[in-house]
């Protein structure tokens, strides 16, 4: 998907990160795995089983705080305002954080400070930084 799934262009160097870790096709075969036990049409079931355990979890847990952070729709971006709605409306504790900026598939690429600094202020304010419960 990269470099053709962030909103900005990736340097050279960053695209050899990424692919360092898979110089053969047998190192590769992870990642085949993985996307092939995506949970679609109900299969594999244990998948789907994990998934529905979690969804549960999400829904009914209100005691542990979660941060959702959005963005503009970049390049391949899967999380569109019918999902963003479906979460607010589903899960338990779930804060919401906005950003008119753009960002693909990934995101970490396209906004590193952005999301570094959301978090950041996301956990002070719920007291869970190391740093943050030692100081207070």
Request: a negative charge.
């Given at each position: 998907m990269l470099p053709g799934s962030v909103a900005g262009?990736?340097?050279?160097?960053?695209?050899?990160?990424?692919?360092?870790?898979y110089p053969t096709r047998d190192s590769r075969l992870p990642l085949l795995r993985w996307a092939r036990s995506m949970p679609l049409?109900?299969?594999p079931a244990d998948v789907v089983a994990r998934v529905d355990r979690y969804d549960d979890w999400l829904a009914h847990s209100a005691d542990v705080p979660k941060l959702l952070l959005t963005f503009q729709p970049g390049p391949g971006t899967m999380m569109g305002p019918e999902l963003i709605e479906w979460c607010a409306a589903e899960m338990a504790g779930l804060e919401i954080a906005e950003h008119d900026l753009v960002a693909g598939h990934h995101t970490p690429e396209d906004q590193p400070d952005a999301i570094a600094a959301t978090i950041a202020a996301w956990m002070d304010e719920h007291g869970l930084r190391k740093d943050a419960v030692s100081a207070g």
């Open positions: 262009p990736l340097a050279g160097e960053d695209l050899d990160t990424y692919r360092r870790p049409g109900g299969e």
